[in-house]
């Protein structure tokens, strides 16, 4: 948008826990800026259903060479702070020690030269306005060349192929609804006609309209398609990408999307992701496309509000329970993907106060109910920033000698966490493809478990978003008789009594019950649950 197993499998994911812990502690000695870290890998994902996205802005991420830096302006919000795709690549370590199997960057085409002057909203600090350019790769003023901000189509190759070397996949974000403001196409003779005159209302008609006042490709002409087709399939097929991020997937006609899966099926395999970005997507909004198979997954909209008002205290917790629920009733084989934070939204850190314990709540909540976790760059170590333009701030790299965001502050017990909550999604298929059954909403409690019939893998999971302790006994899960419990965030054994596991929850804590390693046999992820 403008303004996107098997048993050695679980004891490879353990041992990157470990390993990785292990790592971090070392750099923390290490003289800065000179360890030297070998690069770490990820177990691939068995299927999109057990994916973790990382979300990076290139120009924000990391500033691998500096010939590129033309127009870099740091202290502006809007100009491009000199991260590039060869940067990126020198930190890919820094997503796969997460643990991430994915990686999604924003679009790499030639972006417009000039910028628009732009205003951000009271409260962001930069009311008064500031240059804004095309940093984020939004605003195409050509599709068949890169920017040479982020670098050229080798750069990009060899990201690609440096991140399957981790086992990491990475997904490119591609706009087919609209090139930037003022772009080439509108100039010349030859092109003119395939943007469209006049334009319609989004509110009316959010096809023919021009979002953000961006010019709109007439994409129903089928000199228009075959352009963008080659485009952006040509660049996909040429450095090996796993799939796009589908930017303004409202605004293009069901029929060109339906045209783009067969193609995109034709030249890159059955295999090739698609995620789609429906403003205000969830199980319904998204379920016309997902009918036709248009795409592979779409973004969960409705997750992080839900979540941030639920970690507030607002509402019931039976009523946030039967929203977890329902929320990812989708199409057996398709997916929805559910963030915290975005490049079109404030920082969830911002809105909950930059209270990390609140925030924590919801982090542990994204990572164990249903859908596909996308982590926005630097939420994972408490990057600050909050509405437009601020949210599109600077990676957090602390005293390492990475720019742009050297010397920013990073949170890095906030990351430990993230690391364990993550580590427990890849080793159990109950966190990813398992049922959601409530167990518990008395007060500010939630429990649920989370149950995958094929592996017999079986989580529980309490969140007490109070300010007091709160306590609950919930019958355990048929697969777990006869199994040690513990509380994996702790480690501290379960208490069972008569039957029951007995929780008891510290003020605003989230905790994870599951089987002790060795009191059962090896979690065997079940084959494919995709349709492909
Ligand atoms: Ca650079
Ligand atoms: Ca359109």
């Not at 048993?7 to 750099?27: E, Q, S, Y």
């Not at 036709?292 to 607002?314: H, I, L, V």
């Not at 599109?392 to 017990?413: I, K, L, N, S, T």
Request: proline content about 6%.
């Amino acid at each position: 948008m403008l303004c996107a197993a098997s048993g050695r499998c679980l004891v490879a994911v353990l041992a990157l826990v470990v390993v990785a812990g292990g790592a971090l502690g070392a750099c923390s000695r290490a003289p800065i800026g000179t360890e030297a870290v070998a690069p770490t890998t990820v177990v691939p994902q068995h299927d999109w259903s057990d994916a973790i996205i990382y979300f990076a802005l290139i120009d924000r991420f990391a500033d691998g060479d500096s010939a590129n830096n033309a127009r870099v302006d740091g202290r502006n919000p809007g100009a491009y702070h000199g991260g590039d795709l060869k940067g990126l690549l020198q930190q890919l370590d820094e997503i796969t020690a997460l643990g991430a199997t994915a990686l999604w960057v924003n679009p790499v085409v030639k972006q417009i030269d000039k910028p628009v002057w732009a205003q951000g909203p009271p409260g962001s600090g930069w009311e008064r306005g500031f240059e804004h350019w095309g940093f984020h790769g939004y605003w195409a003023d050509d599709f068949e060349r890169l920017d040479p901000h982020f670098g050229g189509e080798a750069e990009l190759r060899a990201l690609v192929e440096a991140a399957h070397a981790r086992g990491l996949k990475v997904l490119l974000d591609v706009v087919y609804n609209h090139p930037g403001y003022g772009a080439r196409y509108l100039a010349d003779p030859a092109t003119r006609h395939w943007l469209r005159v006049p334009y319609g209302d989004c509110g009316a008609d959010p096809l023919t309209c021009q979002v953000g006042g961006l010019p709109d490709f007439r994409t129903e002409l089928p000199e228009v398609r075959e352009y963008l087709f080659r485009a952006h399939l040509g660049l996909a097929r040429r450095v090996g990408l796993d799939g796009f991020r589908l930017d303004t997937v409202k605004h293009v006609e069901h029929d060109f999307w339906q045209a783009h899966r067969a193609r995109s099926r034709a030249e890159l395999g059955p295999g090739f992701f698609l995620l789609g970005e429906v403003w205000g997507g969830s199980h319904e909004v998204l379920d016309p496309w997902f009918a036709n198979d248009e795409m592979d997954a779409g973004f969960d909209f409705s997750f992080r509000g839900s979540c941030q008002g639920f970690a507030e205290g607002k509402g019931r917790t039976v009523a946030f329970a039967a929203y977890l629920k329902k929320r990812h009733q989708v199409r057996r084989g398709y997916h929805l993907a559910h963030y915290l934070s975005s490049h079109d939204e404030p920082m969830l850190l911002h809105e909950l106060g930059n209270d990390p314990q609140k925030f924590k709540l919801c982090v542990a909540l994204q990572m164990t109910i249903p859908g596909i976790p996308v982590i926005y760059y630097g939420e994972e170590v408490g990057r600050r920033g909050g509405a437009w333009p601020t949210n599109r701030g600077d990676m957090p790299w602390g005293e390492r000698a990475v720019a742009p965001g050297q010397g920013m502050p990073r949170d890095e017990a906030l990351r430990t966490y993230y690391r364990h909550l993550i580590a427990l999604r890849r080793t159990h298929p109950a966190l990813t493809r398992g049922t959601f059954r409530e167990l518990s909403t008395a007060g500010d409690l939630l429990v649920f478990a989370r149950e995958d019939e094929a592996s017999g893998d079986a989580v529980i999971v309490a969140v007490n978003r109070g300010m007091d302790a709160a306590a609950a006994a919930v019958p355990l899960p048929e697969r777990w008789r006869g199994l040690a419990v513990r509380e994996a965030l702790s480690g501290a054994p379960a208490m069972l009594e008569d039957g029951r596991l007995a929780i008891k929850a510290p003020p605003r804590t989230a905790q994870v019950y599951v089987t002790e390693p060795g009191t059962r046999g090896a979690i065997v992820w079940p084959t494919s649950a995709s349709r492909t």
